[in-house]
């Protein structure tokens, strides 16, 4: 009797009855959270048939990856020194994992430098992680992060190639990127830089982040613009490039902002 779910002659490996990787749902932290002090996004993958299949299981998989992007072997991991990462891949690693290096570096690469990021498999979901990575400019981390999965997937046999849900990390109204088409690294850099150029802080105002960052604190971008806040509560200030809270500039701004609103 034939199984009716499987056509004759069908074997249970064939590429039809493969589960191809997936986004499942992705959340934005702004602020401080409980993956850490800085902004991150996070994203649920499942690995679908990939989670059998770690990263020194892929042939070839691992000189392709760095021979697109060598400047991972900068990447400490869990080891905390350049080439961490790179013996993480020898030994084999799960592409949850992967893919936040790889949204980390692309970042970098666009102009927007970031470091930080983890990976962890979710209670109860076998396959399934949450991914998590630092950002600087929300849109460019989101870009980057759609990016980093069509990368991966890219570099795999065919028979395991697939992504499903990575629309769900694209910034709306700012990419032309189509989730649909054939991967192309050289275009797919580019548009993050575009993004980069467009949304990053200014000079001034990136100088002045960074200082907080280095004394412990947090920020959060108010507008599309360059309004930031820093600290948070009653400690609060703002700035918008080199225009601090304390000079009535901002506060005149901000009450127009609010009447046009009020005026829709």
């Not at 020194?56 to 697109?68: A, K």
């Not at 013996?87 to 970098?108: C, I, K, N, S």
């Not at 795999?156 to 992504?163: A, D, M």
């Not at 490039?241 to 009447?259: C, E, N, Q």
Request: net charge neutral; with cysteine; hydrophobic share 35%.
């Amino acid at each position: 009797m034939t199984n009716p779910s499987t056509d004759p002659g069908e074997s249970p490996d064939s590429p039809a009855l493969l589960a191809p990787m997936g986004v499942l749902e992705k959340q934005i932290y702004r602020g401080p959270n409980v993956y850490g002090y800085q902004p991150m996004i996070r994203f649920q993958l499942d690995l679908g048939t990939l989670e059998e299949y770690p990263s020194d299981t892929l042939p070839g998989f691992n000189d392709r990856l760095l021979e697109l992007l060598p400047t991972l072997e900068r990447h400490g991991c869990c080891f905390r020194e350049p080439g961490g990462f790179i013996r993480r891949l020898r030994d084999g690693t799960w592409l949850g994992h992967v893919a936040e290096h790889v949204a980390l570096e692309l970042q970098t690469l666009a102009g927007t430098p970031v470091t930080y990021g983890k990976t962890r498999s979710v209670k109860g979901q076998p396959g399934v992680y949450n991914v998590l990575y630092s950002y600087r400019e929300e849109r460019v981390g989101l870009l980057a992060g759609a990016v980093a999965l069509r990368l991966v997937q890219s570099l795999l046999p065919g028979e395991l190639r697939g992504l499903r849900g990575v629309e769900r990390l694209l910034p709306g109204g700012v990419s032309d990127l189509d989730p649909d088409s054939p991967f192309d690294f050289g275009a797919e850099l580019s548009e993050l830089r575009r993004l980069a150029r467009r949304h990053a802080f200014g000079p001034t105002t990136q100088s002045l982040v960074d200082e907080a960052q280095r004394r412990g604190i947090p920020f959060l971008r108010l507008d599309e613009h360059s309004l930031v806040q820093l600290g948070y509560g009653k400690y609060q200030q703002q700035i918008r490039a080199s225009i601090t809270s304390k000079t009535p500039h901002i506060a005149t701004m901000t009450a127009s902002a609010l009447y046009r609103t009020s005026c829709l």
